[in-house]
Structures are given as structure tokens and as C-alpha cells.
């Protein structure tokens, strides 16, 4: 059993009202997600897709584990890349559709993936983000959208504090079974 929340998982507990059995499931470790296709092509075209923003951007990337802190033990993150300066975080949609999933037609990132890299940064200690889309098409376009994210301490605090709140609510009480 896991019992840790990964920042993928803490935009739907920060929402949630009443958790969903699945959700819980899934942070304590009793279930998994399986990999759809689309999921295998993306972890497929990651490594390619790294490689072509280390070269955009100029930097190191070195990929990483699973980031903690002793203030928030409940909670973790893990983004795809790190360099000196930035967390990363690649998207790799099979479909075109898929796209509007991760950038919203204004240009923002999807509110989800936004709370997913600010915890990244917060749990990795960095200031800036890279959340990096590979267009759909990418094996033959060769097309990266880079968005550049500042770290926001108060939109990360709140959130981890309705992370926080949904465990005590739904969480915890499963754990008490546990011993």
C-alpha cells in the first residue's frame, strides 16, 4: 500500500467533495491503472521528446524519482525530467483531440496539469516549470508547445491544504483499518 498522493492524482482529491471509491483505491495502491494505448505510445515517444526540448531549451535533463518533504508526508510528486532550473513535464496525446486535455483554448494550461506541476515544483524545490505537449502528429511534425510555469506558493498552498483536508475526510478513516 502506497498511501502517498502524487501530484497527479491532487487536483481530483482537492475537488473532491465525497471521494470516489476509485480514487481512493488508487492512492492507497488497491488498484492501478492500466495502460491504455494511447499511454504506451506517449511513455514510447517521451525519451524522444526529451531530447528535443533539452536541445530547445539548452539545458541538462536528467530524469528523477519521487520527490517528498517531512511538512507534507502524505504527499509526493514526480516529474518526468529535472534540470537545474526547471521541473518538466511531458504530454505525449495520441490523438489531436486529446490536446484540449492538457492546453485549453486560451493557451493555458488545463487547470489539473497546472496543480500537478506546481506541486512539482514545490516538491522538487524549483521556481519554474516546463510543461511540454507533443503535438499529436509528433513523430512526423516534430512539434513541442513549451509552456514556462512560475512556481505559486499560494495556489500550491491552497491546494495541498484541500489535499489535506479530502485524506482527513476519506483517507485517513480507511487507514484506521490497517494495522
Known amino acids: 500500500m502506497s498511501c502517498v498522493m502524487d501530484a497527479s492524482k491532487a487536483y481530483e482529491n482537492a475537488q473532491c467533495q465525497t471521494m470516489h471509491v476509485s480514487l481512493v483505491e488508487c492512492i492507497l495502491g488497491v488498484s492501478s491503472l492500466n495502460d491504455t ?11 524522444e521528446v526529451r531530447q528535443l526540448v533539452e536541445k530547445k531549451v539548452g539545458v541538462v535533463i536528467e530524469q528523477c524519482g519521487f520527490h517528498t518533504s517531512s511538512d507534507r508526508a502524505i504527499m509526493g510528486a514526480s516529474p518526468d525530467d529535472l534540470s537545474d532550473q526547471y521541473v518538466f513535464e511531458i504530454k505525449c496525446p495520441k490523438f489531436e483531440k486529446a490536446m484540449k486535455n492538457y492546453i485549453q483554448s486560451d493557451g493555458n494550461i488545463a487547470t489539473k496539469h497546472y496543480a500537478q506541476i506546481q506541486m512539482q515544483m514545490y516538491f522538487a524545490k524549483k521556481q519554474k516549470g516546463l510543461f511540454c505537449v507533443a503535438n499529436h502528429d509528433f513523430e512526423s511534425s516534430k512539434e513541442i508547445s513549451m509552456h514556462l510555469v512560475n512556481f505559486d506558493a499560494i495556489f500550491c498552498e491552497e491546494l495541498m ?19
Open 161 to 179: 491544504e484541500k489535499c489535506t483536508k479530502s485524506w482527513e475526510t476519506a483517507i485517513f478513516p480507511v487507514l484506521k483499518h490497517y494495522k
Open 37 to 47: 494505448n494511447a499511454m504506451k505510445c506517449g511513455k514510447k515517444l517521451e525519451h
